[in-house]
T-cell receptor, first 115, second 110 residues
Framework: GAVVSQHPSWVICKSGTSVKIECRSL??????MFWYRQFPKQSLMLMAT?????????EQGVEKDKFLINHASLTLSTLTVTSAHPEDSSFYIC???????????FGQGTRLTVV | GESVGLHLPTLSVQEGDNSIINCAYS??????FIWYKQESGKGPQFIID?????DKRQGQRVTVLLNKTVKHLSLQIAATQPGDSAVYFC?????????FGKGTMLLVSP
């Protein structure tokens, strides 16, 4: 149990376009979902925390108008990278928790390449 | 929290050796720690966790040691196998969020 799935696994988009990444909890309801970004050979950096039905909480330095997060249901959160630029190319990873403060389960990640 | 490094430390071992991966954490108030394994192109996988009221916890082939005095964690992997090759991260858990350490790449040669 506790499977988190991201879609797509990889995406290539043109500079200036927007791209949406989905994070789904397949066999549990996730009150809280987290979005991370990971550059090559670096650690995971938390971008934002989203709670179902409310606005996401963004970490310092993360532009909320560029990285739109929607957590409209207990099994789905989406991250939309708007007006993507090559420097947004990265590995984006989500995780989901059944309740605030409980164990988080990770998705397999999405490789975004902006050309 | 932890600063993010610009390079990944690497530990190279032979198959069958024991591996020890170290991690320093910054928040002395942290009371829960997790080790994750991340294979190339995949998300992190939970390996083992430890609470601050313990100094050692053992799993299958893995042991985590916690030294709160010097804010240091280690992950010991016994009889390392090629399938253990991956990047290993420690993470501190706050109330709801995780702060990841820099990571160590483990390379196991046959």
């Amino acid at each position: 149990g506790a499977v988190v799935s991201q879609h797509p696994s990889w995406v290539i988009c043109k500079s200036g376009t927007s791209v949406k990444i989905e994070c789904r909890s397949l066999d549990f309801q996730a009150t809280t979902m987290f979005w991370y970004r990971q550059f090559p050979k670096q650690s995971l950096m938390l971008m934002a925390t989203s709670n179902e039905g409310s606005k996401a909480t963004y970490e310092q330095g993360v532009e909320k108008d560029k990285f739109l997060i929607n957590h409209a249901s207990l099994t789905l959160s989406t991250l939309t990278v708007t007006s993507a630029h090559p420097e947004d190319s990265s590995f984006y990873i989500c995780s989901a928790s059944k309740q605030v403060g409980t164990e988080a389960f990770f998705g397999q990640g999405t490789r975004l390449t902006v050309v | 929290g932890e600063s993010v490094g610009l390079h990944l430390p690497t530990l190279s071992v032979q198959e069958g050796d024991n591996s020890i991966i170290n991690c320093a954490y910054s928040n002395s108030a942290s009371d829960y720690f997790i080790w994750y394994k991340q294979e190339s192109g995949k998300g992190p996988q939970f390996i083992i966790d430890i609470r601050s009221n313990m100094d050692k916890r053992q799993g299958q082939r893995v042991t985590v040691l916690l030294n709160k005095t010097v804010k240091h964690l280690s992950l010991q992997i016994a009889a390392t196998q090629p399938g253990d090759s991956a990047v290993y991260f420690c993470a501190e858990k706050g109330y709801s969020t995780l702060t990841f350490g820099k990571g160590t790449m483990l390379l196991v040669s046959p």
